[in-house]
C-alpha cells in the first residue's frame, strides 16, 4: 500500500481550509502536518525543503513537492478523480 500523501496546511489560510476538505470529501488518505502560521513556522529551514516559497499549502507525495492550492487540485484531480468532483470541476482535460 502506499504511504498516503503529507498535506502541509493552516486552517487560519481559507485556501488551505478549501484543500483539507477537498481532500476529506474525496477520501483522499493524507497525513495531516499543520503549520502554524501565528507561529512563523513556515519560515523554518526543516520547512523551507518542502517548500521553497514558505507558504501554505503544499503537499508531499514520495519525493514529489508540490505548493499552491490550485496546483495541488489539479494534480489531484488526475490522481484522482473524484477530487475533480467535489471542487467542481468536470475532471482531468
Same mark, same amino acid.
Given at each position: 500500500? /502506499?504511504?498516503?500523501? @503529507? ?5 487560519? *489560510?481559507? /485556501? *488551505? ?5 477537498? %481532500?476529506?470529501?474525496?477520501? +483522499?488518505?493524507?497525513?495531516?502536518? /499543520? ?5 512563523? $513556522?513556515?519560515? +523554518? !529551514? $526543516? ?9 501554505? +499549502?503544499?503537499?508531499? !507525495? &514520495?519525493?514529489?513537492? %508540490?505548493? $499552491? +492550492? ?6 489531484? *484531480?488526475? =490522481? =484522482?478523480?473524484?477530487? *475533480? @468532483?467535489?471542487?467542481?470541476?468536470? &475532471?482531468?482535460?
Amino acid at each position: 500500500m /502506499p504511504k498516503p500523501i @503529507q498535506l502541509y496546511y493552516d486552517f487560519l *489560510s481559507p /485556501p *488551505s481550509r478549501a484543500l483539507w476538505i477537498a %481532500l476529506k470529501w474525496g477520501r +483522499t488518505p493524507f497525513a495531516d502536518c /499543520p503549520i502554524a502560521l501565528r507561529k512563523f $513556522e513556515q519560515l +523554518t !529551514d $526543516e520547512y523551507k525543503n518542502i517548500n521553497r516559497f514558505q507558504k501554505v +499549502t503544499a503537499i508531499v !507525495d &514520495g519525493n514529489f513537492h %508540490l505548493a $499552491e +492550492t490550485v496546483a495541488i487540485v489539479r494534480q489531484r *484531480s488526475i =490522481q =484522482q478523480p473524484a477530487i *475533480s @468532483q467535489v471542487c467542481g470541476g468536470t &475532471g482531468p482535460r
